[in-house]
């Protein structure tokens, strides 16, 4: 297994310009990702602040009883009771199947940084990955993408959910998932792998109650010998830990409102867009209501002096909603704004490890934080990975493309020149020729109706219509032609853009790591963790 690294541009400005370490972005954050010192900053930063950090370990050790173990994770824990430790986090949605590779690559980041870190800083720094458990869309967590011979195939998770529950409250029904992973991976073909996969799937599903057990399972199990330590923000013990949080967070709601518009208008002073939507006089806290099954964002009423929610379904007063933080934290969670001020408050953090979206919402951040005296951890981009099979690396050889632009662009256009190229140009001259007479003349027809027979030009332009079709269709067959004749290389134009660039988006938020773990085994993982990679913002082509 070997790597290169490429630089490759970003659709979004914004971490573009994070990336190359812009005067514009930098004044949005507290600290450079880039600058070694940064870190040293933080840790003296994170020295003078104090942490629950018993309690904190308390809750993870025994929420991960239930996981896979390892003496690394038992010795992370440790670490995390340490008064001079630190941790580097970061967190996704509990996806199914673990989701979309990013969320692989994600926890790969937050373990080789920690790993790095650790090393540079001589002080223990614990990798932590925040499970968005509290998250209520099921939608985005319900599917993965599995190859087909024409694109990609969405594949739903059976299982419906039809309210607005917390995914860490949904039941998982073991049933239906045994029989959809078992039809999951017979569509990956059978290899030498598949046997043990489908046992390890098996033993996660039999030893999960919901959907994010399911998740922290798997990932336990994939990564539990790096120290890896979890953390479900859905999770009623952890809430209960927030308590405090959610009470100065409710005190001071509008401070921390405006504070947020106040960076935003920074934001946007300076030429990027906004990735925050904040509704009208925004409490930034969902409150959980039982009998609806249903998470509710809360907003604050003026006229009323009250917190409502949408509809006003659920009404509380000042006293009434402090309570509610008081004596059941359980029915409060995060948004946004303030999942990552909590995050802070909890975890004595070195670093946080982002996406490309999560790296322009924390821009506008910024002075919600020092409302609270206290300062934004380096914001670290995520690891950018594609995995290049031999065969795909082979077809792109023998096809004389370049790897960058690939993976900028996909082959689709590639493709369509090289049909092109071999197309009979006379044919399709000749059938064009045969499309403008027909326009022309039906023109000069219906000139000559419009005369005297207006009634007809509907049937004239039906007629017109069938006739252009007719010749259109003779044109795609001459071109299907063609594709047969040459069905091999346009394959392999297809099978590169379908791995590498599938439906126009990067590898990383169509495909799946349970494919290449039925084809490679499970141990590609630790594999790919041993590769020299270092957070440059270079996109990381491993070659499997």
Same mark, same amino acid.
């Given at each position: 297994?070997?790597?290169?690294?490429?630089?490759?541009?970003?659709?979004?400005?914004?971490?573009?310009?994070?990336?190359?370490?812009?005067?514009?972005?930098?004044?949005?954050?507290? =600290?450079?990702?880039?600058?070694?010192?940064?870190?040293?900053?933080?840790?003296?930063?994170?020295?003078? /602040?104090?942490?629950?950090?018993?309690?904190?370990?308390?809750?993870?050790?025994?929420?991960?009883?239930?996981?896979?173990?390892?003496?690394?994770?038992?010795?992370?824990?440790?670490?995390?009771?340490?008064?001079?430790?630190?941790?580097?986090?970061?967190?996704?949605?509990?996806?199914?199947?673990?989701?979309?590779?990013? &969320?692989?690559?994600?926890?790969?980041?937050?373990?080789?940084?920690?790993?790095?870190? +650790?090393?540079?800083?001589?002080?223990?720094?614990?990798?932590?990955?925040?499970?968005?458990?509290?998250?209520?869309? *099921?939608?985005?967590?319900?599917?993965? =993408?599995?190859?087909?011979?024409?694109?990609? %195939?969405?594949?739903?998770?059976?299982?419906?959910?039809?309210?607005?529950?917390?995914?860490?409250?949904?039941?998982?029904?073991?049933?239906?998932?045994?029989?959809?992973?078992?039809?999951?991976?017979?569509?990956? @073909?059978?290899?030498?792998?598949?046997?043990?996969?489908?046992?390890?799937?098996?033993?996660?599903?039999? +030893?999960?109650?919901?959907?994010?057990?399911?998740?922290? *399972?798997?990932?336990? &199990?994939?990564?539990?010998?790096?120290?890896?330590?979890?953390?479900?923000?859905?999770?009623? #013990?952890?809430?209960?830990?927030?308590?405090?949080?959610?009470?100065?967070?409710?005190?001071?709601?509008?401070?921390?409102?405006?504070?947020?518009?106040?960076?935003?208008?920074?934001?946007?002073?300076?030429?990027?867009?906004?990735?925050?939507?904040?509704?009208?006089?925004?409490?930034?806290?969902? *409150? *959980?209501?039982?009998?609806?099954? +249903?998470?509710?964002?809360?907003?604050?009423?003026? /006229?009323?002096?009250?917190?409502?929610?949408?509809?006003?379904?659920?009404?509380?007063?000042?006293? #009434?909603? %402090?309570?509610?933080?008081?004596?059941?934290?359980?029915?409060?969670?995060?948004?946004?704004?303030?999942?990552?001020?909590?995050?802070?408050?909890?975890?004595?953090?070195?670093?946080?490890?982002?996406?490309?979206?999560?790296?322009?919402?924390?821009?506008?951040?910024?002075?919600?934080?020092?409302?609270?005296?206290?300062?934004?951890?380096?914001?670290?981009?995520?690891?950018?990975?594609?995995?290049?099979?031999?065969?795909?690396?082979?077809?792109?050889?023998?096809?004389?493309?370049?790897?960058?632009?690939?993976?900028?662009?996909?082959?689709?256009?590639?493709?369509?020149?090289?049909?092109?190229?071999?197309?009979?140009?006379?044919?399709?001259?000749?059938?064009?020729?045969?499309?403008?007479?027909?326009?022309?003349?039906?023109?000069?027809?219906?000139?000559?109706?419009?005369? @005297?027979? %207006?009634?007809?030009?509907?049937?004239?332009?039906?007629?017109?219509?069938?006739?252009?079709?007719?010749?259109?269709?003779?044109?795609?067959?001459?071109?299907?032609?063609?594709?047969?004749?040459?069905?091999?290389?346009?394959? %392999?134009?297809?099978?590169?853009?379908?791995?590498?660039?599938?439906?126009? &988006?990067?590898?990383?938020?169509?495909?799946?790591?349970?494919?290449?773990?039925?084809? =490679? @085994?499970?141990?590609?993982?630790?594999?790919?963790?041993?590769?020299?990679?270092?957070?440059?913002?270079?996109?990381?082509?491993?070659?499997?």
């Amino acid at each position: 297994m070997e790597m290169i690294n490429l630089s490759l541009p970003v659709a979004n400005k914004f971490v573009t310009d994070y990336l190359e370490q812009k005067n514009s972005t930098k004044d949005f954050f507290h =600290y450079s990702y880039l600058d070694k010192g940064s870190y040293e900053k933080r840790v003296k930063e994170l020295e003078a /602040r104090s942490f629950m950090r018993n309690d904190v370990a308390d809750y993870i050790e025994a929420y991960m009883k239930n996981f896979p173990q390892s003496d690394k994770v038992r010795h992370s824990i440790a670490k995390l009771r340490m008064e001079n430790s630190v941790v580097v986090i970061g967190g996704q949605q509990a996806g199914v199947l673990t989701g979309p590779l990013y &969320s692989i690559h994600k926890v790969i980041s937050i373990i080789l940084l920690a790993k790095q870190k +650790e090393e540079e800083l001589d002080i223990p720094v614990v990798p932590v990955f925040w499970v968005a458990g509290e998250d209520h869309d *099921y939608l985005e967590i319900n599917h993965i =993408y599995t190859p087909s011979k024409e694109k990609m %195939k969405k594949v739903v998770f059976p299982q419906r959910v039809l309210d607005k529950r917390m995914a860490s409250d949904i039941e998982l029904d073991k049933q239906v998932c045994t029989d959809w992973l078992e039809t999951i991976i017979e569509s990956y @073909g059978e290899t030498d792998h598949s046997q043990s996969l489908l046992q390890l799937l098996q033993k996660a599903v039999d +030893e999960s109650t919901t959907i994010v057990d399911f998740f922290s *399972y798997l990932t336990m &199990s994939l990564f539990k010998d790096y120290g890896l330590l979890l953390v479900d923000s859905g999770d009623k #013990e952890i809430r209960k830990l927030e308590k405090e949080i959610f009470l100065k967070q409710i005190n001071e709601f509008q401070q921390l409102a405006d504070a947020v518009s106040t960076q935003q208008k920074l934001v946007q002073e300076n030429g990027y867009s906004l990735v925050i939507e904040m509704a009208e006089n925004p409490v930034n806290l969902f *409150y *959980y209501d039982d009998t609806e099954q +249903e998470r509710v964002l809360l907003q604050y009423d003026e /006229r009323g002096n009250r917190f409502v929610g949408k509809d006003k379904i659920v009404s509380f007063t000042f006293d #009434e909603l %402090k309570e509610i933080a008081s004596e059941f934290p359980q029915k409060l969670s995060n948004n946004v704004v303030t999942r990552p001020i909590t995050q802070d408050l909890l975890f004595p953090t070195l670093a946080f490890i982002g996406g490309p979206g999560e790296i322009a919402y924390w821009a506008e951040l910024k002075k919600a934080f020092e409302h609270l005296e206290i300062k934004m951890p380096p914001v670290v981009p995520r690891l950018n990975i594609t995995l290049l099979e031999r065969s795909v690396e082979a077809d792109i050889e023998e096809l004389k493309l370049s790897m960058k632009d690939v993976l900028i662009n996909g082959t689709s256009e590639k493709c369509a020149q090289f049909l092109q190229s071999v197309s009979n140009e006379k044919i399709a001259r000749l059938l064009s020729e045969v499309k403008d007479v027909i326009e022309t003349k039906y023109n000069q027809i219906e000139e000559e109706i419009k005369a @005297g027979h %207006k009634g007809l030009l509907p049937l004239l332009e039906k007629n017109e219509d069938f006739l252009i079709s007719q010749v259109e269709f003779m044109q795609n067959k001459v071109d299907d032609s063609v594709k047969l004749k040459h069905e091999v290389i346009v394959n %392999k134009f297809s099978r590169i853009e379908q791995n590498l660039k599938p439906e126009g &988006s990067p590898q990383e938020r169509i495909w799946n790591i349970t494919y290449f773990l039925n084809k =490679y @085994g499970i141990d590609i993982l630790q594999d790919v963790m041993e590769l020299p990679m270092t957070f440059d913002g270079t996109h990381k082509v491993v070659k499997l």
